[in-house]
């Protein structure tokens, strides 16, 4: 794919803000009946006045200034008219910088881990818009072109949303998943959004090939949806062009079970919206308080996360697999400060507790699905000091975890699966013939030995590894038992 440049804009609603963008009603309006996580204000209702709200204000600069943003000195609002039912005011407030707005960050080099090559590429940010999201219409059966009845939802009228725009830097279509990914990551770190509920981003993709015209794909609901949609835009652009023919300048609809995009509709010119500064609201400066309190919103971040792992000499694909889920994360650095082995610890979080939480359809990325940091330390403990095989952990004590991670540590452990010293002491006792046969380098006795041991305790429940090098410890430790045996 010669040429290719993409541009995106996403749209992140700031889910964890606590409050609409100008009202009291929840930024997180999933879950409610219809039509009651509303007030006068994102009803548009008259007379009601919008008030800037701290959290989503201080969650937009928290964004803009871990997105490495060049902040303004103030943020202005205009207002951008279009009559449509579920915006009941016809204008929504934005940030339009072509009249006089000022939006919450001027301009920002992102850096991104692209999974796929484990290599940091950048994007060029051009703005980020902190806006509202309008309510939201339904239809009846038929869908758009056939219901005899649309119905409004006003619950999301009035949720904070910020509108990243980057500029066409964008290699291709993994490139520009990596980098939606990579965002909301980010945003997710800072608690400004939760990306997994339902309608909590969407992105918007200009795309062109070969120096020919643009197109923008519209609305794209998931990031696994970016990369097909553009791969799908990117060669229906390169048959027109290899056809001899020209792209025209239009806006496209994804239209994701059939896998096609389609024309959707001429776009508006920017004029049309009418933009003005709204008069209701005065520009909101960006003091040195209100930037102490976006900053102390950003506690950690994907990119330091990743590299503190993998600076403990984890691999990439286990250190990523956990940067991935923030709580997770948070899980880890607390731990790895208290056990040595941390290899181990990032194999049980990164990748074996996250496959018994994936089997019961859970995700670390929910808090709740996780067990204290004491539980993850005395556990990786019991491994280092060989008294608890790994397997063991893996095959028994991570399912009841991930089931139910308030389980206390003693009911975790499974009894058998202690493989101590003594215990290996009383076999070897037992096993007097074998123990001679292997101190005199009989190899096959060692197994014979590992065998009987793995008999006591349970097979689930050991490592062989673990068991044969506790045995040729013990075996030297015990030699003389052998030497008497034969000198009698
Ligand atoms: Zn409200």
Not at 102 to 121: K, N
Not at 325 to 337: D, F, G, I, M
Not at 443 to 452: I, S
């Amino acid at each position: 794919m010669v040429g290719v440049k993409i541009g995106l804009e996403i749209h992140v609603q700031l889910t964890e803000a606590g409050s609409k963008l100008f009202c009291g009603c929840r930024s997180n309006y999933r879950g409610l009946p219809p039509n009651t996580n509303v007030c006068p204000v994102c009803l548009g209702l008259p007379g009601a006045l919008p008030v800037p709200q701290p959290g989503p204000v201080e969650a937009a600069i928290a964004a803009s200034m871990a997105l490495g943003c060049r902040l303004p000195w103030a943020i202005v609002f205009t207002r951008k008219h279009y009559f449509y039912p579920d915006l009941p005011k016809n204008y929504q407030i934005t940030e339009y910088e072509g009249a006089h707005g000022a939006p919450v960050c001027l301009g920002a080099v992102f850096h991104y881990l692209d999974p796929g090559s484990w290599e940091w590429r950048s994007v060029r940010i051009r703005r980020i818009n902190l806006e509202e999201d309008p309510g939201r219409s339904q239809y009846g059966d038929g869908g758009i072109m056939a219901s005899p009845v649309v119905m409004v939802d006003y619950n999301r009228s009035g949720v904070p949303l910020l509108e990243v725009v980057t500029e066409p830097d964008l290699r291709g279509p993994r490139d520009a998943r990596s980098m939606v990914e990579y965002l909301l990551l980010t945003l997710e770190y800072i608690g400004a959004t939760n990306p997994r509920l339902e309608g909590a981003f969407r992105v918007d993709a200009n795309v062109s090939v070969g120096g020919g015209e643009r197109v923008e794909i519209k609305n794209i609901g998931s990031t696994l949806e970016v990369e097909r949609a553009l791969r799908y835009e990117i060669l229906r652009q390169t048959k027109i062009i290899e056809a001899g023919g020209k792209v025209e300048r239009e806006t496209r609809h994804w239209d994701s079970t059939r896998g096609v995009t389609r024309p959707l509709r001429h776009k508006e010119a920017e004029e049309e919206y009418l933009y003005f500064p709204d008069p209701d609201l005065p520009p909101l400066p960006i003091t040195g308080k209100l930037k102490e309190r976006a900053r102390s919103r950003i506690t950690l971040l994907p990119g330091e996360v990743y590299k503190t792992i993998t600076g403990h000499g984890v691999g990439r694909e286990v250190a990523w697999s956990i940067t991935q889920h923030p709580p997770l994360a948070r899980l880890y650095l607390t731990a790895s400060e208290h056990v040595a082995d941390k290899k181990t610890l990032a194999r049980l979080l990164g990748v074996d507790l996250k496959g018994a939480l994936k089997d019961l359809g859970r995700t670390p990325s929910e808090p709740e699905t996780l067990p204290p940091p004491e539980t993850v330390i005395t556990l990786v403990k019991l491994v280092e000091e060989g008294e608890l095989p790994y397997d063991a952990v893996r095959g028994l004590v991570l399912p009841k975890l991930a089931q139910n991670p308030k389980t206390p540590i003693e009911s975790l452990i499974p009894e058998k699966a202690k493989v101590t010293d003594s215990l290996i002491e009383a076999v070897l006792m037992e096993e007097r013939k074998a123990l001679c046969d292997l101190l005199r380098g009989k190899k096959k006795a060692l197994n014979y030995l590992v065998g009987a041991v793995i008999r006591r305790v349970g097979k689930a429940a050991v490592d062989p590894r673990a068991i044969r090098g506790m045995i040729e410890k013990k075996a030297r430790e015990i030699e003389r038992l052998c030497l008497e045996a034969e000198s009698s």
